[in-house]
């Protein structure tokens, strides 16, 4: 007899239908419908033929999936009327009017809403009206306080937004577009006007919510001594995660306990069961109630009300909803007092999500939250195929949350793997202790904290303190851990492939222990057969490198590049940055994830042409995650704090600096040569930049020269110098492209055939001038650009050379 849950039929067929549509239309959103009503109704031939078992019924819920999920994905890539406010994007300043649907989001040196635009105004001209959802960041916060349902007006441009378009890179245009962004504005908060209006109710409750938020932030951070306690406390109570400090997230992640920092099924689950508790026990008063199953059911229906109320309290985030819609199929399960199959239960929890957001399947929270619930399911039940059924009792009480936490932890390790490149080895010991601190301590007190503020403060901070008290242990506990020597690491970052061939290979053991030995050893051997030819060719590119590779990567306005030679060598030539007013740190973000998607752990070498922060400000992320053999720069020093910064990690890590200043310095890998032009006698002090250090790569017939931002006075001294031999046939624009350099002098010497620009798109510089994009256009140079083709790939054999670009333009 087959197992049904709440009157459905089994519905993980459904649920893999849903997910191949959405997955179908993501990566084919152009496929006309032409070809897929028939591919469609191949699928479901299959099915019947495959799955004979299945009812007609599943099978047609089923083929209603698959064209569902296609329909909703491509509906959203490709909507039918655009947002009026992209057309407005990348131009000169326009006045925006419109209204924050958001909770603010509180950095350290700004604030961020999302506001829907209503009307547009360029200079001179009549307001427009338009629609759309555009990403607002407000500097100079502290002046002005900006709430939900604010009807706002300011002067900015839009930016549209777009990716650092680099191989492997993450797709942020695509993950904006699945939230219905368009594009992103700026704008100081003593120049934002708020315009009075009328607001219905549902706004004056969300903006009553937001108050009390921001009330509990404040008190806590005003209370508590240690701070990244007060974070912590602050984000499992309100949710606002953003106020906690990315080191910090980090050291959780290391300890394997990131999950417990965001407001997730955990949180929800617990705040569930504390108010189940309560609304049982007074309902149990009325002995009707009891006797009947009637206390049971009206407490679960009770509990999603205060649920709700702290979903939506906390930000209401895409996680946050998919949690609290995961609760509710549960709860409903559990109160329908049937036999009930949990895989069917999760099943239907998924397809409810997916028809209400298909783009969740894309959600990194999505696939960790399901992967390891199915994981945690799947494995108990192996666990009781194979006979063992704890009985009560202490060893229990230890044994099951340790199990609990190695399912879900080998659940996730793809997925992890993939997305963070971090193992950690104390994850069961980190969660043992901090689950049950974090969790059921001090997050029921934190709410009571906050329950109590408005009434008793003074009990209040009594209680906040004790949170504070707790969480300093939390910390001290996990710091100690993540000393530990293995205690974690980073690995190298698996593809998509590997990711399935892992799940794969996970299922083949399942089936061997559950007793389907025949199946699980065939699936095994095809696993063993597909790793091993995917981890062989890994190797022999890795090991044996048929052509040196050298990539510019698009790290907006910076410079970043790496070398990987014929050798098996990998040099880091700068590291890209923002100033110190940016948060987005781009070795976190950029080069750090391309260089773990090359399965890159180790730099031989990290080259820092001068400490701009353009160069040098995404390093010091590199340095915190990669071993690192020898860093090169020149002798310039900075005051500014990454400086300082980068200094003191190199004396942590005991990490050797060269300064090549005597003669003209050499790498020397073999067949790959790095010289070094020191020409200068004495370093410039007028020009920093003009300090660069300037080096040519040759490998057989490819030579390459790196200048970075030298200026025309150090290229004429480089060009005047006797004996130096400048001929490349690939240039580094000097300063992305400044008119201030590739003087005349210096092009003639070097006689490059192409050249590659590392710039930002519509930077303020207006890099790279017109005047020097003539200048290579009349001699015959051609040129490509980080801003417009992305990351530059080239590739060579010592005689054949050829460069690829990551938008094939």
Request: glycine content about 8%.
């Amino acid at each position: 007899m087959k197992k049904r849950i709440l009157g459905f039929p089994p519905l993980i067929p459904v649920c893999l239908s849903l997910m191949a549509g959405i997955l179908v239309g993501n990566f084919f959103p152009d496929l006309s419908w032409g070809i897929f009503v028939p591919v469609s109704l191949a699928f479901l031939l299959l099915f019947v033929f495959f799955f004979p078992e299945l009812t007609f019924f599943v099978k047609g819920l089923s083929f209603i999936a698959l064209v569902w999920g296609f329909f909703s994905i491509t509906r959203i890539l490709h909507p039918a009327s655009p947002d009026a406010i992209s057309q407005f994007a990348d131009s000169s300043k326009v006045t925006l009017t419109g209204e924050i649907v958001s909770f603010s989001k509180d950095y350290f040196l700004k604030k961020r809403v999302v506001v829907f635009c209503h009307l547009v105004q360029r200079e001179g001209r009549e307001p427009v009206k338009v629609q759309g959802l555009i990403r607002l960041n407000i500097y100079d916060k502290k002046k002005k306080n900006f709430q939900y349902g604010d009807l706002v007006q300011f002067t900015s441009p839009i930016k549209s937004i777009r990716n650092f378009s680099n191989p492997n890179g993450f797709d942020y245009e695509k993950q904006m577009k699945f939230a219905g962004v368009s594009g992103s504005a700026y704008a100081n908060a003593g120049k934002i006007r708020v315009i009075p209006h009328q607001m219905d109710v549902h706004i004056k409750i969300m903006r009553g919510l937001e108050q009390l938020r921001n009330r509990f932030f404040y008190f806590t951070m005003d209370k508590v001594e240690n701070k990244r306690a007060g974070a912590i406390l602050v984000a499992l109570v309100t949710g606002k995660k953003e106020v906690i400090p990315l080191k910090l997230k980090d050291l959780f992640s290391k300890a394997g306990t990131s999950h417990l920092l965001a407001i997730s099924g955990l949180h929800l689950s617990i705040v569930a069961m504390g108010f189940y508790f309560i609304f049982y026990t007074l309902l149990a008063w009325f002995p009707r109630l009891l006797m009947t199953g009637v206390a049971k059911k009206t407490a679960g229906i009770l509990t999603l009300i205060p649920l709700l109320v702290y979903g939506v309290f906390s930000g209401f985030s895409p996680s946050t909803q998919r949690a609290f819609i995961m609760i509710c199929i549960f709860m409903i399960a559990f109160l329908s007092e049937r036999e009930n199959n949990p895989l069917n239960t999760l099943a239907l929890a998924a397809v409810v999500i997916l028809i209400i957001d298909s783009c969740a399947l894309f959600s990194i929270s999505f696939q960790l939250s399901f992967g390891a619930l199915l994981s945690i399911i799947i494995g108990f039940s192996l666990i009781r195929i194979r006979g063992w059924n704890p009985k009560p009792g202490a060893m229990t009480l230890i044994i099951t949350p340790a199990l609990v936490t190695f399912f879900a932890g080998l659940g996730t390790f793809p997925l992890i793997a993939h997305y963070f490149n971090l193992v950690s080895s104390v994850q069961i010991v980190s969660n043992l202790i901090l689950v049950p601190l974090i969790g059921f301590v001090c997050l029921p007190i934190g709410l009571l904290a906050f329950l109590f503020l408005p009434v008793s403060p003074g009990l209040a901070d009594l209680l906040v303190i004790a949170c504070q008290n707790i969480l300093s242990f939390c910390i001290t506990y996990i710091q100690f851990l993540t000393d530990l020597r293995f205690s974690w690491s980073r690995i190298v970052g698996i593809d998509g492939v590997e990711v399935v061939i892992f799940y794969l290979f996970l299922a083949a053991i399942c089936l061997i222990i559950s007793r389907q030995r025949k199946t699980g050893f065939v699936l095994m051997g095809m696993v063993v057969l597909a790793g091993s030819f995917s981890l062989g060719t890994g190797l022999k590119t890795k090991l044996f490198p048929e052509k040196m590779t050298i990539s510019i990567l698009d790290v907006g306005q910076g410079n970043s590049a790496l070398i990987q030679t014929i050798e098996g060598k990998n040099i880091l030539v700068d590291g890209g940055g923002f100033s110190s007013r940016s948060s987005f740190d781009i070795g976190r973000y950029v080069v750090g994830p391309f260089l773990w998607s090359q399965k890159i752990l180790c730099l031989d070498a990290v080259i820092l042409t001068h400490p701009e922060s353009d160069h040098m400000n995404g390093l010091l992320y590199i340095l915190e995650n990669f071993k690192v053999n020898l860093l090169v720069k020149n002798r310039d020093t900075r005051s500014t704090r990454t400086y300082g910064e980068l200094m003191t990690l190199c004396h942590d890590k005991k990490l050797r600096i060269w300064h090549p200043t005597k003669g003209d310095d050499t790498f020397d890998f073999g067949r790959t040569f790095f010289s070094f032009f020191t020409d200068l006698c004495v370093p410039s002090c007028q020009n920093l930049n003009n300090n660069s250090l300037v080096f040519q790569i040759r490998f057989n017939d490819l030579t390459l020269l790196f200048p970075g931002d030298i200026l025309r006075e150090r290229e004429m001294a480089l060009a005047r110098k006797k004996g130096l031999n400048l001929k490349s046939s690939l240039l580094i624009s000097p300063h992305h492209g400044s008119l201030t350099s590739s003087s005349k002098i210096f092009l003639d010497k070097v006689k490059p055939e192409s050249v590659v620009i590392s710039c930002g798109v519509g930077n303020p510089y207006g890099f790279p001038h017109p005047d020097v994009l003539e200048r290579y256009q009349n001699r015959g140079y051609k040129v490509f650009r980080t801003d417009i083709n992305g990351a530059v790939t080239i590739s060579s054999d010592g005689i054949d050379t050829n460069i690829l670009t990551c938008k094939g333009g």
